[in-house]
């Protein structure tokens, strides 16, 4: 079932390229300056949200996504060439989800918008960059530092206005065919759906100006036991949280069961299921009323309704007696209810969010004594030090001044660093000196 609205995907940005060493090299100059270009930045990896798709369906053949590295700085303070990003797409509605903590890091719901899953590294600066007064032939390039890698879930949540809940054989997808260009599979059996439906309804008239839309999600029947996860309707409430108003349909020629007990049944798993879905204003649609046997029990049921305060339509899809009614209706209270937002949405939207979100930069670090070696890890430092060659004294030099300012010296002292003690950074082994 989740075949269709989950995927896990692993996405690896570009390093970025190494610097240059390089040393000018001119006739009758023994020994030219350093003149080598920095290294291009790696590609980025970023998701947009796309229209055109529905479903994450493509994720299940594909999983592995990386953007290019960069090109290595050149001689002559030539720049090497910056990676190509690689973009994903993914349907609007698309929920980004980080592993393993399962933060929610980003919701694409609008078309065009998109999220820097993974930030390619930077390019490594070329040797011109150290040259002093005192130095004027540094031997020393930074490397390129590392793309960041992610693991992600996606998940869609279809983003439909309107829902259509009610039994199985109610009648759903037949009225999500008439009303919109979806073409649902329909059928005398129950659970035909097994699938969410999407469809735009399109009411008034464009041309004049009048025309409204709204998206309809026609989903599995639900059964007794559906919130529990019985029958097929369980995965699929979920796509219907984040719409605005349901269609509670009702068929009217079964015999077999009383349609008021069929309607409270189904509100009673919606409820067990959760309070938002509950909260949902609701239209009450009896359908098949082209039937004899619907015909007969209809005004005991639209009674029913009325004494309970809900709205209540009768419509015959196979006739479309009612349906425009119920199409306008939905269209009018549309116009009265917000936008809903699942609550990691609003958070994100009061956060600021905006088409292009990047991750923090993160220079927090531990330090921990492993079988006597002091071992310090963190986000920053890694690649503070991924960034240097170690076996360039100079590289060294810089490293050694980066982590005196991040206090990692500071923090090995009060832990009671010795000399002779052995530090570890990342792939880097250092001996602790006297001063
Ligand atoms: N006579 C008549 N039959 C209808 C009408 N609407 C639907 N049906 C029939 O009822 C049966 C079930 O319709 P569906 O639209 O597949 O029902 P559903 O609610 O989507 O069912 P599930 O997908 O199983 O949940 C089909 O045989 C339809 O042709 C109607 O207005 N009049
Ligand atoms: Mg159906």
Redesign the pocket.
Do not use: E
């Given at each position: 079932m989740d075949f269709f609205d989950r995927a896990n995907i692993h996405v690896q940005a570009g390093k970025g390229g190494n610097g240059s060493a390089h040393m000018r090299r001119e006739k009758f100059v023994p020994l030219g300056g350093p003149d080598g270009g920095d290294g291009g930045r790696g590609g980025s990896v970023y998701l947009e949200a796309d229209t055109a798709l529905n479903t994450l369906v493509d994720f299940h053949y594909h999983q592995k996504f990386r953007a290019e590295e960069g090109g290595m700085g050149l001689s002559n303070r030539r720049h090497g060439k910056s990676g190509a990003d690689c973009i994903i797409h993914v349907p609007a509605g698309t929920i980004v989800v980080r592993e393993p903590d399962g933060a929610v890091i980003a919701d694409l719901t609008e078309p065009g918008q998109q999220f820097m899953a993974a930030r390619g590294g930077r390019g490594g600066l070329g040797n011109t960059h150290f040259a002093t007064a005192t130095h004027q032939a540094p031997r020393e390039a930074q490397l390129g530092e590392p793309g960041e890698i992610a693991d992600l879930r996606l998940e869609l949540k279809l983003i439909a206005d309107v829902g259509?809940v009610?039994?199985?054989?109610?009648?759903?997808?037949?009225?999500?065919?008439v009303v919109t260009a979806a073409r649902?599979?329909?059928?005398?059996?129950?659970?035909?759906?097994?699938i969410p439906n999407l469809g735009v309804v399109v009411v008034g008239d464009y041309s004049r100006g009048s025309g409204e839309s709204f998206i309809m999600a026609?989903?599995?029947?639900?059964i007794e036991g559906a919130s529990q996860g019985v029958g097929?309707?369980h995965d699929f409430l979920r796509h219907i949280e984040r719409t605005r108003l349901l269609l509670h349909?009702v068929?009217g020629?079964d015999m077999e069961n009383d349609p008021w007990m069929e309607f409270e049944k189904i509100n009673s798993e919606l409820q067990a299921y959760s309070d938002d879905l509950t909260a949902l204003p609701q239209l009450a649609i009896f359908?098949?009323?082209?039937?004899p046997d619907?015909q007969t029990r209809w005004p005991e049921f639209e009674q029913k309704a009325q004494q309970n305060g809900i709205e209540v339509f009768a419509?015959?899809?196979?006739?479309s007696e009612g349906v425009q009614a119920v199409m306008y209706r939905t269209a009018e209270l549309l116009r009265t209810l917000p936008p809903r937002l699942l609550p990691e949405t609003a958070a994100f939207k009061a956060a600021g969010g905006s088409a292009v979100i990047r991750p923090q930069d993160d220079d927090r670090y531990t330090i921990t004594k492993e079988q006597g070696i002091f071992v310090v890890s963190g986000k920053k430092v890694d690649r503070v030090v991924a960034m240097t060659n170690p076996n360039n004294e100079e590289g060294m030099a810089r490293l050694e001044k980066r982590l005196s300012e991040m206090g990692v010296f500071e923090k090995l002292e009060n832990m009671g660093v010795q000399p002779g003690d052995t530090v570890r950074f990342g792939q880097i082994e250092l001996l602790w000196g006297e001063s």
């Open positions: 259509l009610g039994a199985p054989n109610a009648g759903k997808s037949t009225l999500l065919s649902p599979k329909i059928a005398d059996y129950p659970f035909t759906t097994l026609d989903i599995p029947g639900l097929l309707g349909l068929d020629s359908t098949k009323v082209d039937l619907a419509i015959s899809a196979a006739s």
